[in-house]
């Protein structure tokens, strides 16, 4: 009949069309292959260069391993939580510095025409409160839980290996985590949104309306473990993975979460437009790449604003806030 024709165009329409799954699950491939290609091309280029200027081995990674490897022979637990912890911390602490710099200075100029909410955080207040739990949630809770993966990994088997895994089967793996983190976390960040819950736990990260990327563990201890860390482990659990693999994903999950909260969109990074307005309006965008988000329709209202027109990779130097200016309200 006309009605049910009807129904199943509109359904092949928001399936396929833009802002449609199919589009989500696009661009969440774009994104997850954009970052397999540019790990791949870094590394054979640093490998190149490494081989080239310094006189290095054919096999320069494994070797430079094998020496860590012997190094701390014995000790296992001592490296895997060097590449668990202090690496991964280095890559936190390092790229939120240079954006806490921008947030209490306000310089560069050049980069803050890129906040996306233009009249919010400047200057940035509340700043003390969310820097301890911060360094609280990340060297307790973050430190207990990389003693709990060890022993789960070591389990089953030995993630501190002699052999690392081949360059093209750890950007596999990588592929495999973005996909079980986008899962775990969408499920659980949704979980914490239902009142019973929100109000004990949740209610203090979304204190933040316009975040800024410090912020992204500034959490409850409870969620801090089963929605920011859970999500994030879990597939190396479950795969068994290097520390080598784990070391790197883990930088990557944690400076992927500090671009999706730095409130600005930068030139060639990531589009922070998505989880910006989760935080804005709360009921909107739990996930990750948005593939959930949009077959279960909490991206509904996001679809219909300027932001979204804004989500996308930035690839010149106009600010989107420009170039896709907010609509005017009549009288203005």
């Not at 699950?25 to 290609?37: D, E, Q, T």
């Not at 200057?123 to 022993?151: D, E, W």
């Not at 973005?178 to 004990?200: T, V």
């Not at 969109?265 to 739990?286: I, R, V």
């Amino acid at each position: 009949d006309k009605r049910a024709s009807h129904n199943a165009v509109s359904f092949s329409v928001s399936q396929e069309g833009p802002g449609g799954l199919w589009d989500s699950v696009k661009k969440a491939g774009f994104v997850i292959g954009s970052g397999i290609l540019f790990l791949a091309a870094f590394g054979n280029s640093l490998t190149w260069h490494l081989q080239r200027f310094w006189g290095a081995s054919g096999d320069f990674w494994q070797n430079l391993w094998t020496k860590l490897y012997v190094a701390y022979e014995g000790h296992d637990a001592s490296l895997f939580f060097l590449g668990t912890m202090l690496i991964p911390t280095l890559a936190f602490w390092g790229s939120n510095a240079l954006l806490l710099w921008v947030d209490i200075t306000g310089t560069p100029s050049f980069i803050t025409r890129y906040r996306i909410q233009l009249d919010k955080n400047n200057p940035v207040t509340k700043l003390r409160q969310a820097l301890k739990c911060v360094i609280f949630n990340h060297v307790v809770i973050s430190g207990a839980m990389a003693v709990v993966v060890y022993y789960l990994m070591s389990w089953r088997g030995n993630p501190c290996g002699p052999e690392l895994p081949t360059f093209h089967w750890a950007l596999m793996e990588l592929a495999a985590f973005a996909i079980l983190e986008e899962i775990f976390f969408y499920y659980s960040h949704r979980l914490f949104h239902h009142p019973s819950l929100y109000k004990h736990y949740h209610k203090q990260h979304h204190e933040w309306t316009a975040p800024i990327g410090i912020v992204s563990i500034y959490a409850h201890p409870l969620e801090h473990v089963i929605s920011n860390l859970l999500p994030v482990v879990s597939g190396p659990v479950l795969l068994g993975s290097h520390v080598s693999t784990t070391s790197m994903w883990y930088c990557v999950a944690l400076v992927s979460t500090t671009i999706s909260h730095c409130g600005y969109h930068l030139p060639f990074l990531p589009s922070p437009e998505f989880h910006d307005f989760h935080h804005l309006k709360f009921n909107q965008c739990f996930g990750v790449f948005g593939i959930l988000d949009r077959l279960h329709s909490t991206d509904s209202k996001f679809r219909q604003t300027k932001q979204y027109e804004r989500h996308t990779l930035l690839t010149t130097f106009t600010p989107l806030n420009e170039s896709i200016p907010d609509t005017q309200k009549k009288g203005q």
